[in-house]
């Protein structure tokens, strides 16, 4: 049995009703209201299981800044506009990106909404906020309407999905059961007749419903009362097939069934299923491209030339270190795994950093 109180519980849950589906697990190990993963810890920084562009250099929230600048320009500047930021983490990147921007936004034009589930995250959000008075959410319905700029910078990743395998009786969910008392995967006895895709015996179909949902929905938004979504995660640009469902903890990959609501729990974002979800409802989609790239074209080499000229050795090597730990181009570096894509209102043209996406 998983060494955990969220483990035990797990498990004596499919003692009860039989095996649970990815998503149910991943919602659980993330979610639950006693033992999930995002309600009872900071899980950034050295401290903690990961860490994120905000938390490695204030030059990624600065330039941000200058993306939202930008777009909320070409919107025509209505006031206020709701900055909505999905997952704020400790509330890092925002600061940041307020600091860049109110260079060129009056404070009283931006109303800042956060949506976050975690007690231990919303008080750190607070602690860095304040001046900014934000206003908390649980899901994106309860922002008020009107003109919206959206950033979710790894916020797709950690969205539940369901998994399928392609078997000789057809594609048969994926699912987490009992193996000797200890949590296993396993697959449904009966395929899923819905899915027919063609593909080799043993390929592995990963459906992110939730992420889609959530990206329809925002595009409807955007489309209907202007705006943008700025999505910035690890993930593809082609589809496929493949398993990236993983689990960190202290900064180690564990497995993703070893220590359910002590360790993150994650997959690769699919940004041309997010692409057309949004693109169905009506909305202009930019991207994806790879960080490097997007980061570059915002300016990234400048601002790193500018803070370094104003630094000691020691801060110029750090702020160095940092530029080329969030563009590094080899694979697996965040300069190539890391996509970033905006969705828009038709009417907007080609953002900052994807110009000729």
């Known amino acids: 049995m998983s060494p955990t109180p969220l483990g035990a519980e797990i498990a004596a849950l499919i003692r009860e009703t039989g095996p649970i589906g990815i998503d149910r697990y991943m919602a659980l190990c993330l979610g639950h209201p006693v033992h999930g993963y995002y309600r009872t810890r900071d899980p950034l920084g050295p401290r903690g299981d990961f860490t994120t562009a905000p938390e490695i250099s204030q030059m990624f929230g600065e330039l941000v800044g200058v993306w939202i600048a930008s777009v909320w320009a070409a919107m025509g500047a209505p006031a206020p506009l709701r900055l909505v930021e999905l997952g704020p983490g400790r509330g890092t990147l925002m600061a940041d990106t307020l600091r860049a921007l109110r260079t060129v936004a009056p404070t009283a034009a931006i109303d800042l909404h956060l949506v976050e589930t975690s007690p231990v995250l919303r008080a750190a ?100 009362q202007g705006g943008a979504l700025l999505v910035v995660d690890y993930g593809h640009v082609r589809p496929g097939f493949g398993d990236t469902l993983q689990a960190i903890a202290g900064h180690r990959f564990v497995g993703p069934l070893d220590a359910p609501g002590e360790a993150d729990l994650t997959v690769h974002v699919d940004f041309p299923a997010l692409a057309r979800a949004a693109a169905e409802a009506g909305a202009a989609i930019h991207g994806p491209v790879d960080q490097r790239a997007f980061l570059d074209a915002l300016g990234l080499p400048a601002r790193a030339a500018r803070l370094k000229a104003r630094a000691t050795l020691a801060q110029a090597e750090a702020i160095a270190a940092a530029s080329l730990r969030l563009t590094d181009p080899a694979p697996g570096g965040m300069g190539s795994l890391f996509k970033a894509m905006a969705i828009t209102q038709p009417t907007l043209p080609p953002p900052p950093g994807f110009a000729h996406g």
């Open 125 to 224: 959000q607070e602690a860095t906020l304040a001046a900014a008075t934000p206003t908390w959410h649980a899901d994106v319905a309860s922002v008020p309407p009107g003109p919206a700029i959206v950033v979710a910078n790894e916020f797709f990743d950690c969205l539940p999905v369901r998994q399928f395998v392609r078997t000789a009786r057809g594609w048969c969910e994926r699912l987490v059961g009992l193996a000797d008392g200890a949590l296993a995967f396993g697959l449904a006895p009966d395929p899923t007749v819905a899915i027919t895709a063609a593909a080799a015996e043993g390929a592995l179909m990963t459906l992110p419903a939730p992420a889609l949902e959530l990206a329809r929905t925002l595009a409807q938004r955007v489309r209907d």
